[in-house]
């Protein structure tokens, strides 16, 4: 078994998340015990999780404590006593009075507070939750694109020291090309890259696409029936010609 083709099936996130079947995560287990590099990718996967789920934590504005305890003096030294020939002790009663007054602004400032907090929480936790929940869709159709018996799966590696890969899932009876970038350098603005399938060492147009920020982000492209290899290579933006075969890219040849 190939480790990194294992690792990049998607069955580490599936097994954290808790989509592997008992079948897939009994296997998952053993090889974690024979490789290292799954234990290691597995660990850091759990670390981005919780990493992202710190991010969402909401920090109150710096200024808020001040301007609570500043309130809160101010109250305390403009409720002096005023009505003093109302009571016999008027010393104790303007007191008793600027307290309550305090107090009532500190259990005002503090629900302010509290419902600010409750808000700006309650927002962060559905938009990570909205992320989460892509995240999850994501890697579903992945799992579903790469389990799918009926793709044959092409690797397009590097051609002269490029760094460009990723995986192509074709089903040749619905003709339906899936591919999961696996490593695109980012390009100029005006460039993109595009998708070939060569049939009988022709190039067919199967797509332009640009870099993905992200890695194993699965795109679908123009649908071939009929194969030979993938290719892709850097074209001008918007390309309607043919390849530039001097900025190939990467080459996998279909087996079918």
Same mark, same amino acid.
């Given at each position: 078994?190939?480790?990194?083709?294992?690792?990049?099936? !998607?069955?580490?996130?599936?097994?954290?998340?808790?989509?592997?079947?008992?079948?897939? $995560?009994?296997?998952?287990?053993?090889?974690?015990?024979?490789?290292?590099?799954?234990? =290691?990718?597995?660990?850091?996967? =759990?670390?981005?999780?919780?990493?992202?789920?710190?991010?969402?934590?909401?920090? %109150?504005?710096?200024?808020?404590?001040?301007?609570?305890?500043?309130?809160?003096?101010?109250?305390?030294?403009?409720?002096?006593?005023?009505?003093?020939?109302?009571? $016999?002790?008027?010393?104790?009663?303007?007191?008793?009075?600027?307290?309550?007054?305090?107090?009532?602004?500190?259990?005002?400032?503090?629900?302010?507070?509290?419902?600010?907090?409750?808000?700006?929480?309650?927002?962060?936790?559905? !938009?990570?939750?909205? *992320?989460?929940?892509?995240?999850? +869709?994501?890697?579903?159709?992945?799992?579903?694109?790469?389990? *799918?018996?009926?793709?044959?799966?092409?690797?397009?590696?590097?051609?002269?020291?490029?760094? $460009?890969?990723?995986?192509?899932?074709?089903?040749?009876?619905?003709?339906?090309?899936?591919?999961?970038?696996?490593?695109?350098?980012?390009? %100029?603005?005006?460039?993109?890259?595009?998708?070939?399938?060569?049939? +009988?060492?022709?190039?067919?147009?199967? !797509?332009?696409? +640009?870099? %993905?920020?992200?890695?194993?982000?699965?795109?679908?492209?123009?649908?071939?029936?009929?194969?030979?290899?993938?290719?892709?290579?850097?074209?001008?933006? !918007?390309?309607?010609?043919? %390849?530039?075969?001097? *900025?190939?890219?990467?080459?996998?040849?279909?087996?079918?």
């Amino acid at each position: 078994m190939n480790i990194q083709e294992y690792i990049s099936s !998607g069955i580490i996130e599936s097994y954290v998340l808790g989509l592997a079947s008992t079948e897939e $995560s009994t296997e998952f287990e053993r090889l974690c015990s024979q490789h290292s590099e799954l234990v =290691e990718a597995r660990k850091n996967f =759990e670390l981005a999780l919780e990493e992202q789920a710190m991010q969402s934590k909401i920090t %109150p504005p710096a200024n808020l404590k001040d301007r609570i305890w500043t309130a809160i003096r101010e109250t305390s030294a403009t409720n002096t006593p005023k009505i003093i020939t109302m009571e $016999s002790r008027p010393g104790r009663r303007s007191s008793t009075l600027g307290w309550v007054a305090a107090a009532s602004i500190i259990l005002l400032l503090l629900s302010v507070y509290l419902a600010y907090n409750f808000y700006n929480q309650n927002k962060e936790l559905k !938009g990570s939750n909205k *992320d989460l929940k892509e995240q999850v +869709d994501k890697m579903a159709i992945e799992r579903e694109i790469t389990h *799918d018996p009926n793709n044959t799966v092409v690797n397009l590696v590097g051609l002269k020291g490029s760094p $460009s890969s990723a995986n192509i899932y074709w089903d040749s009876t619905s003709a339906n090309v899936y591919m999961i970038v696996k490593n695109m350098p980012q390009l %100029p603005t005006n460039k993109q890259y595009q998708l070939w399938a060569l049939i +009988d060492n022709k190039p067919v147009d199967l !797509g332009l696409f +640009d870099a %993905p920020k992200d890695n194993k982000v699965i795109l679908k492209m123009k649908n071939t029936q009929k194969a030979d290899a993938f290719a892709i290579t850097i074209e001008n933006r !918007g390309n309607t010609g043919g %390849p530039h075969l001097g *900025d190939l890219q990467s080459l996998g040849k279909a087996k079918l």
